[in-house]
């Protein structure tokens, strides 16, 4: 069973910096793909950030592009998200999400093509 343990949200005053952490279980974490997701309140699940399972691409939702960065480290079976310029509407809270099926082609921003999940960590953006 895969199970992902995100970390890492918090308060932070707009402008600010958050690193987010995704910490994965078992030994295949390196032949999958993974994203980022976040739901605010009142709002459905929407993609932020994913990353091909080698790392050779990443791709962006476009109201994050250019202010955060989806990294992995395989070696340590980590993902993480850098938020840099952060926004009250980046209010949310987000998830890590890793792809159903392994060595999986271009990235896929529909969380239908995501079978596990983390429980989440809030990231709140005071103005």
């Known amino acids: 069973q895969v199970q992902l343990e995100e970390s890492g949200g918090g308060l932070v005053q707009a402008g600010g910096s958050l690193r987010l952490s995704c910490a994965a279980s078992?030994?295949?974490?390196?032949?999958?793909?993974m994203g980022w997701f976040r739901q605010a309140p009142g709002k459905e699940r929407e993609f932020v950030a994913g990353?091909?399972?080698?790392?050779?691409?990443?791709s962006y939702a476009d109201s994050v592009k250019g202010r955060f960065t989806i990294s992995r480290d395989n070696a340590k079976n980590t993902l993480y998200l850098q938020m840099n310029g952060l926004k009250p509407e980046d209010t949310a809270v987000y998830f890590c999400?890793?792809?159903?099926?392994?060595?999986?082609?271009?990235?896929?921003?529909?969380?239908?093509?995501?079978?596990?999940w983390g429980q989440g960590t809030q990231v709140t953006v005071s103005s």
């Open positions: 999400a890793r792809r159903r099926t392994p060595m999986s082609g271009p990235i896929s921003s529909s969380q239908y093509d995501y079978a596990y």
């Open positions: 990353i091909r399972w080698s790392g050779s691409s990443t």
């Open positions: 078992g030994r295949t974490f390196s032949t999958y793909g």
